[in-house]
């Protein structure tokens, strides 16, 4: 990014992302402007995608609400995009919701029988 403007939004989603993910020489940010607002599309490396997201995508979530205070600060809407790869893997499954799809029984949850010293 040698001749582009470093704006303050995209200062912060690097700085907070590199300090996320076991790859931040992979973290790259790219920044566009419409009438919409600011959208930043995030791109980390592939096995860094599952520390960005976070269980039940709350890191994202959570990214996306600060970056939105920051633009706020600016008076200007941002949004913040992950960009996933094509031939990514999808939304993960359940046991049950794998096993239904598989055409047999929901897995049984062996974590008490496990815990029992009989």
């Not at 995030?42 to 960005?52: C, F, I, K, R, S």
């Not at 269980?55 to 979530?61: E, K």
């Not at 598989?102 to 049984?108: K, V």
């Amino acid at each position: 990014m040698a001749n582009e403007e470093i704006h303050q939004d995209q200062q912060f989603i690097d700085y907070v992302v590199k300090a996320l993910v076991d790859h931040p020489d992979s973290v790259k940010t790219e920044r566009t402007v419409d009438e919409m607002g600011v959208l930043i599309t995030l791109h980390v490396a592939p096995e860094d995608m599952g520390q960005v997201i976070g269980r039940s995508g709350q890191t994202a979530r959570s990214l996306r609400t600060l970056l939105r205070v920051v633009g706020a600060k600016n008076n200007a809407r941002v949004n913040l995009k992950i960009y996933e790869p094509e031939g990514s893997r999808g939304p993960r499954r359940s046991r049950d919701e794998q096993a239904a799809m598989d055409g047999g029984a929901p897995a049984a949850d062996t974590s008490i029988v496990d815990d029992l010293k009989i």
